[in-house]
DNA sequence: CTGCTTTTTTACCATTTGGTAAAGTGACGA
DNA sequence: TCGTCACTTTACCAAATGGTAAAAAAGCAG
């Protein structure tokens, strides 16, 4: 078992802990906004608010603070979809995960942005984490729906499209924003609105 | 007037028409798979088949590839959109519009990717083809569509959210293919069946 | 206080990368 | 065949960037 830590075990200081928090977060907002190959360790040092070298101390490498970011914000990400439940009503638990889902992207759209970023280039540092991590939950949900829609519960379609087509419309306010702010300059209420379109759209692809 | 070619003014002979849509070619390939700031001047040049400054004596620069790149595929991106013809059956267009954009994913997901790419940065090197071509497009289409539905023919709903539904929906298995291709491994009719779920989907919002 | 460990800084380094200068090569008309 | 102009190559350079070594400073247990 090796450590993404410098010290060997599982010795996490007062110091060791607030820093490297310091790290992930000054990551977060770089790799978010200028991906892994646009962001420097000076830019990430600089939002620290620590040297360069200093992070070095903490982390093993740029790519070891990308993929501890990545890990990280894993669990977050997948969390909307894990809470769909088999035993709730399937249009309120499809309609409810796109509207965490768009929660998401209101709340955290750097994290969006940062797997958006990672799968756009092929998901170089993430492929491992799509097979274990995303797809097994995928597979899951969509055994859930295809059951829901064998019962009747729920019109037929394609349960695999479903799930792409609500994380595309959901992550799309959040990865394209500088699109869609040009697009809606002045509307202040352009999260309500959207939330309000996709609620009908979905709502009638679903219905029985 | 200046020009972005090294020649002052339209001189362009049959080896500077060849090599420059060598370059542009090559550009493609390497920022739509990297990103701007990923991509190097040497993995153009050799994607091209070209040295480095053999590069640069086409192009002013690595800025100058990617403008001039972007500028050029700016029309065949928004074609798709600019085809919606006012006369013709508001269903078929909006539909037809959809099927388009899906086509583009499907043939040209590099540029997709380019001009995801572009976008996720915040757009640096193309904020103001979005105001002066994109912009004024969009706002056309929003008022059409917005008229079709006031005239009964559509159901009512956010014209502008419909849009933006349709290019996220229709983008992501370009944009997101490293995704979609872990999650469908096997299928081989991902496309046909996107386009027949879509299909689905926004028909039901759309018939009044 | 003292000695030891953890953390931080200073001073570097090697590589990569965008870019340039200038010499060389080739095509082509007079 | 020669001169000119368009194109290409060779040999560089300065800045940026990921990373390291080692000294200095700060914590902290006794």
């Known amino acids: 078992m090796t450590s993404y830590s410098p010290v060997p075990e599982k010795k996490h200081s007062r110091i060791q802990l607030r820093n490297r928090k310091r790290i992930i977060d000054a990551a977060l ?17 600089e939002q620290a608010g620590l040297s360069k070298p ?6 093993d490498g740029k790519e070891a603070i990308h993929v501890t970011l990545l890990n990280k914000l894993m669990e977050t990400w997948l969390d909307p979809l894990a809470k769909m439940d088999p035993d709730g009503d399937p249009l309120d638990e499809i309609l409810g ?51 829901w829609m064998d019962d009747g519960k729920l019109a037929a379609s394609d349960p695999r499209h479903l799930i792409f087509s609500i994380w595309a419309t959901t992550q799309h306010y959040a990865d394209f924003e500088a699109q869609v ?28």
């Open 29 to 45: 907002e770089v790799f978010s906004q200028h991906g892994y190959r646009g962001a420097t360790l000076d830019q990430i040092a």
């Open 54 to 59: 200093n992070i070095l101390y903490y982390f």
């Open 97 to 147: 995960y796109m509207h965490r889902k768009m929660q998401m992207s209101r709340k955290f759209p750097r994290e969006s942005r940062l797997f958006a970023n990672e799968i756009l280039q092929g998901a170089p540092r993430m492929g491992p984490h799509l097979e274990s991590g995303l797809k097994p939950l995928f597979e899951e949900k969509v055994a859930l729906i295809q059951s």
């Open 181 to 208: 702010s040009v697009l809606t300059k002045g509307d202040k209420a352009v999260f309500p609105g959207a939330e309000a379109y996709l609620d009908t759209l979905f709502r009638k692809v679903l219905e029985p």
